[in-house]
């Protein structure tokens, strides 16, 4: 007896029929390898049938899930164990429903007992219950054996290659016996990822061959296990004049039983590489749809045949993966198999349909990190919300599970990274997205630019200009190109274009609109705009970016009027840094044996002679008055410093303690003068339990024979924050008036203001309560006589 199908284990129960009795060994095993923690645990008991052990576990001191997939099952549990506390009995097949009713916060235990034999995808549902356990947490299984089991029967035991599967990435696995019942406890899930490996050496002069990648209505990969104990792929060598795409598909058939149309296999991609030194030749075919229930025709190949999440390929130790489907892999979804052997990649330009499938928990996650950034203000229109809602972002990073992925605070999905472990690439927190999207006031059918590829962004701004709309997407980054292509054929809408190309420079001339883009998005940190963005940008169109200012970045809504940029809301946020030629490194002065620095983020670094000597000397202080309570924000202080203060700079700390009692790691506003400096930190003046009764307040310090006119300055500046820019709601401090002008501009032609200039604009602040007009930088020595103008 081995059933598949819901409706048989319903019949199974309406009959009556049950189990194996709950034996007195299994329970003294329980008692004496996991105890039950001091003041109760939590358990899940996965198949619990009639509910007998989850009554147990709930005598024993468990608080108690207890799922199965028939109704009829729990029916009678509830009945059977009707005076029995502490379990919720969850109609629940673990396999394929969303796990949304499970305890969010884990369990201590999760048993399996009599349920791990009829488990089609085994390693997939036993990584996600290994992710569900608490620190020091076990997972127990109790399974009949091939050897104990009679012959007929034998569909509901393990053998003992099954056995030694099931342990496999854990960090200690006890095996026990239970009156003939193996007793198996699993701690410590291994996060090691996946190893791709080759097979014995080949006797032929060059190897041609056909993979096929199928997914489920999930979107899990098939893959199977084979005798020689690795994960492949449906495929095998090509016979006679028979094609790739039809080669993919007799061997789907012939090893897993599913069938699929010629029409429905791609041949997507041409991998070459080397087998022990003979010439292999595999071609990547993608089967967007079949029939057929999932078997295994060929058990003297394979073992079973399983779907994958994506997720977990990445994370977890599923096996060696042969070497050819793990490029298959990496060439469908780059990233999620890392460190791969080398090989050469032919894409080929066939169009192909997208695939759906997705899990119901994604839906419910997406629904919910859709609402949350809707709730907290920042999707106010509705195409922006129905895009949040729609675009599936799991599906542009895969190798993210669902529950990062679908994160809605300000959790950005970090993609790729450089060789020092520096993010270079990434999915920006969702909020992020929608405000920047917002700000571009899309109208339908808008043609965009997006400097920065990676999908699901330019894909939501897809959704959101709808059908005539269209995005050109580009990056610099070939992997980032590749993957951003490979993840839009297969989810996305059609409508983005993605070239790769020094985003800075601007999209391809012949993929620029007449009159221009409605529309420009920049997904990095800039220190400043490109003039291709504003060359390529329509009239009354806007350009949305990430800009640093004095080394603070805020999202700057722009709108072009002729050939002035005139800034229309900000956001704080930060990015991935620029890699193009607009990239740039702020020069940095180390001082008193690198245990301090200075970095310098507009223009060159001023002269710090005499310093390291005036920091051993004693420091002046100056109490500012000024305080803020716990939560309150000062993004906008370090703005009106940054674009305010002739001579700022920042000082970093990489010791703890120091002279500055700046902690380790951080940084504060400060001014530079001769042989002196003035920064600005703050000093808890009041304490207390509760968050709201206390506080702190801006405190100036200052080294060097100038510091006392620095520290009044910086103490002047702080003032004016406070009378001009501050306000009691976080959301409500005052933005300055912002222009962007470009460089070749004369000083007498820009507005008055404080201006930083970059190598392509001159960025004119006018903040409330200031009327001085600075035409540059100013050095060290200009800083006494120009601080605070009108403040």
Avoid at 106 to 129: E, K, N, Q, S
Avoid at 285 to 311: C, Q, S
Avoid at 561 to 569: P, Q
Wanted: proline share 6%; glycine share 10%; net charge negative.
């Amino acid at each position: 007896m081995t059933y598949t199908a819901r409706d048989e284990w319903e019949q199974h129960y309406r009959e009556g029929k049950g189990w194996r009795r709950l034996g007195e060994r299994e329970q003294q095993l329980l008692a004496e390898h996991v105890t039950v923690p001091e003041g109760g645990g939590r358990a899940l008991d996965v198949g619990c049938g009639t509910g007998e052990l989850a009554a147990h576990l709930a005598r024993v001191g468990y608080t108690v899930d207890a799922v199965d997939l028939a109704e009829g099952a729990l029916a009678r549990a509830r009945e059977e164990h009707a005076g029995i506390e502490g379990v919720r009995w969850l109609h629940l097949d673990i396999e394929r429903d969303d796990p949304a009713p499970l305890h969010a916060e884990g369990y201590d235990l999760i048993t399996m007992r009599l349920a791990y034999p009829f488990v089609r995808d085994r390693g997939r549902i036993v990584h996600g219950l290994g992710e569900r356990l608490r620190d020091s947490g076990a997972l127990v299984v109790i399974t009949p054996t091939v050897e104990n089991t009679p012959p007929e029967r034998r569909g509901i035991a393990l053998d003992e290659d099954e056995i030694t599967l099931l342990g496999e990435g854990w960090e200690t696995v006890e095996r026990l016996d239970a009156d003939g019942l193996a007793f198996l406890v699993l701690r410590g899930p291994r996060h090691t990822g996946t190893r791709a490996v080759e097979k014995r050496p080949t006797t032929g002069h060059a190897l041609t061959g056909a993979l096929a990648v199928v997914t489920d209505d999930a979107g899990r990969v098939l893959l199977g296990r084979s005798t020689r104990g690795m994960l492949e792929l449906p495929g095998g060598k090509t016979t006679g004049p028979e094609d790739f795409a039809a080669a993919a598909v007799r061997e789907l058939a012939e090893e897993t039983g599913l069938v699929a149309a010629l029409d429905d296999a791609h041949v997507v991609t041409m991998l070459v590489d080397d087998s022990h030194g003979v010439p292999r030749l595999t071609a990547v075919v993608r089967i967007t749809a079949w029939t057929g229930t999932l078997t295994n025709p060929e058990p003297d190949k394979f073992d079973r045949w399983e779907f994958h999440d994506l997720h977990a390929l990445a994370s977890s130790p599923v096996g060696d993966v042969f070497v050819p489907a793990a490029q298959a892999i990496d060439s469908m979804w780059p990233g999620v198999l890392p460190d791969l052997p080398p090989v050469f990649s032919y894409p080929l330009a066939a169009e192909r349909p997208p695939v759906p499938g997705e899990p119901d928990e994604a839906v419910r996650l997406r629904r919910a990190m859709a609402q949350m950034v809707i709730d907290g203000g920042w999707a106010p229109s509705e195409p922006v919300r129905d895009a949040l809602r729609t675009v599936p972002r799991h599906r542009y990073a895969p190798e993210a599970n669902l529950s990062d992925g679908y994160d809605g605070g300000d959790r950005a999905i970090v993609t790729r990274r450089d060789a020092t472990g520096r993010a270079i690439s990434s999915v920006s927190a969702a909020w992020l997205q929608a405000d920047m999207i917002e700000q571009l006031r899309l109208d339908p059918g808008a043609v965009v630019f997006e400097a920065g590829s990676g999908g699901y962004n330019a894909e939501l701004i897809a959704h959101v200009a709808g059908a005539q709309g269209r995005v050109v997407s580009a990056d610099i980054d070939p992997w980032v190109v590749r993957r951003s292509r490979a993840f839009l054929t297969e989810a996305g809408s059609g409508r983005v274009t993605v070239v790769e190309a020094d985003a800075a420079l601007g999209a391809p001339a012949h993929l620029v609109p007449r009159g221009g883009f409605d529309a420009t998005i920049i997904t990095y940190n800039c220190w400043d705009i490109a003039p291709a963005w504003v060359g390529q940008l329509a009239d009354g169109g806007r350009l949305v970016m990430p800009l640093e200012m004095g080394g603070y970045t805020r999202s700057v809504t722009f709108e072009r009027r002729g050939e002035v940029l005139h800034a229309l809301h900000f956001t704080f946020c930060g990015f991935v840094r620029d890699q193009g030629q607009q990239a740039r490194t702020a020069p940095v002065v180390h001082l008193l044996d690198g245990a301090l620095s200075l970095r310098f983020d507009e223009g060159a670094p001023a002269g710090t002679q005499g310093l390291g000597e005036a920091l051993l000397g004693p420091r002046y202080e100056i109490a500012t008055g000024i305080t803020m309570g716990a939560g309150a924000y000062f993004g906008s202080l370090q703005l009106y410093a940054a674009t305010t203060l002739p001579g700022f700079c920042r000082l970093h700390a990489h010791q703890d303690p120091g002279v500055t009692v700046i902690p380790k790691g951080c940084d504060a506003p400060a001014v530079l003068g001769d042989a002196s400096l003035a920064y600005l930190t703050h000093v808890q003046t009041r304490h207390g339990e509760d968050p709201q009764d206390r506080e702190w307040e801006w405190v100036v310090h200052a080294f060097g024979e100038q510091g006392p006119r620095l520290a009044e300055q910086l103490s002047a500046t702080v003032q004016a924050w406070d009378r001009h820019i501050r306000a009691d709601d976080n959301n409500e401090h005052a933005d300055p008036v912002l222009t962007a002008h470009p460089a070749q501009t004369p000083a007498h032609q820009l507005p008055a203001g404080d201006v930083l200039s970059k190598a392509s604009f001159h960025l004119v602040f006018r903040w409330p309560g200031r009327d001085g007009h600075l035409h540059a930088p100013a050095s060290p020595t200009d800083t006494a006589t120009t601080t605070t103008g009108a403040a």
